[in-house]
């Protein structure tokens, strides 16, 4: 049996320097780069800018590492700090006491709470106590993979009853949370990584930031276009743990500050006679979600797309494009969605029409034709 994380590369912070690239008025820009795994979200964070000197570079790398470690620590659901009260801290006072918060944290479950009710609860930062039986699980598995025991579903069910915003009290004029059942906990994995990026990518904008990359681990927000006023060209991820850095299945190009989020089955997980038991739970089932192997969704707002990629690949395909179609009707909100399957999962028996990209097979909206950029 095989256990499997988050792909972390080698501990580092380096700069790299690139030739310079004119923009469309005559000016130079110099590329710099910079990845580190010591930022959080248990991640390799990559990002790229293009700026005048090293020294410009240098001022919004440095608002980007001091805000990703703040936004890990502000969404952190195992470690207390003692200048904040964050997720861990509202969990435990879980049945005791409202909990005042941080605007971003307030914000950041508003908005999940009200992505709850438009997914018609598929998508739930409430199922803490069912997300934390799994982690244990694969915790367990790390240790001894010879011998894995599978949460039962009584123990499942139980744990999902204690589920739901009827036991989450959000204040907005005190700015306070509360957990009224001392069983309910929250997780907000599947949204913090994508609302930090996006905040963080708003802030060097709003700093004078004009053409730039982030990439925390899948979770990528473009700023700008590229110098030269050229789309970018960003890679879709092959979902095989051995080949993520090296190949991708297709490349797409996007012309302006736009988030690219994937979810899929082939980070976090382990084997259990031969499925892959990954932490992308499905709320119907309570178990691993056997819909596709990733979702990679395409839209404006980072917090968005990650909400979104997660909430499609614990739907079939059929109903992940309708609920896309009722997203823009009822919120105004445009995505675009990219399904990956393979022999060993395949899409709804309706679909007549597949991609075929190396072993795997592809579906995607109509506004992801436009962007596929040809070999």
Known sequence: MKIKKTLLYCCLSSLLFSGCTTKKDGSELQQYSMTSTTLGFDTVITFTAYTKDESTFKNYESILMKDFKYYDQLFDKYHSYDTINNIKTINDQAGQKPVKVENDIFELLSLAKEFDSISNHKFSVTMGSVLNIWHDTRTQAEKNDKEITLPSMDVLNEANSHTGWNFVELN????????????????????????????????????????????????????????????????????????????????????????????????????????????????????????????????????????????????????????????????????????????????????????????????????????????
């Not at 590229?226 to 060209?233: C, L, T």
Request: neutral net charge.
């Open 172 to 375: 907005e004029k005190a700015k306070t949370v509360f957990i009224k059942n001392k069983d309910t906990q929250l997780d907000v994995g599947a949204i913090a990584k994508g609302y930090a990026v996006e905040k963080i990518a708003k802030k060097l904008e709003k700093a004078g930031l004009e053409h730039a990359i982030i990439n925390a681990g899948g979770n990528v927000r473009l700023i700008g276009t590229k110098p030269n006023n050229k789309p970018w060209s960003v890679g879709l991820q092959i979902p095989d743990q051995k080949q993520l850095s090296t190949e991708s299945l297709i490349s797409l190009l996007i012309k302006d500050s736009t988030s690219f989020v994937t979810s899929g089955d082939y980070q976090r997980y382990f084997e259990y006679n031969g499925e892959l038991m990954h932490h992308i739970i499905d709320p119907s089932t309570l178990m691993p979600a056997r819909y596709c192997r990733s979702v990679t969704v395409i839209t404006k707002d980072s917090g968005i797309a990650d909400m979104l990629s997660t909430t499609l690949f614990t739907m079939s395909y059929q109903d992940g494009v309708n609920f896309l179609k009722q997203l823009k009707k009822d919120k105004n909100i445009e995505a675009e969605a990219i399904w990956v399957y393979d022999d060993t999962i395949l899409p709804d028996s309706d679909v007549k029409t597949l991609y075929k990209s190396s072993d795997y097979y592809l579906l995607f909206t109509d506004g992801v034709k436009q962007m596929i950029k040809e070999k």
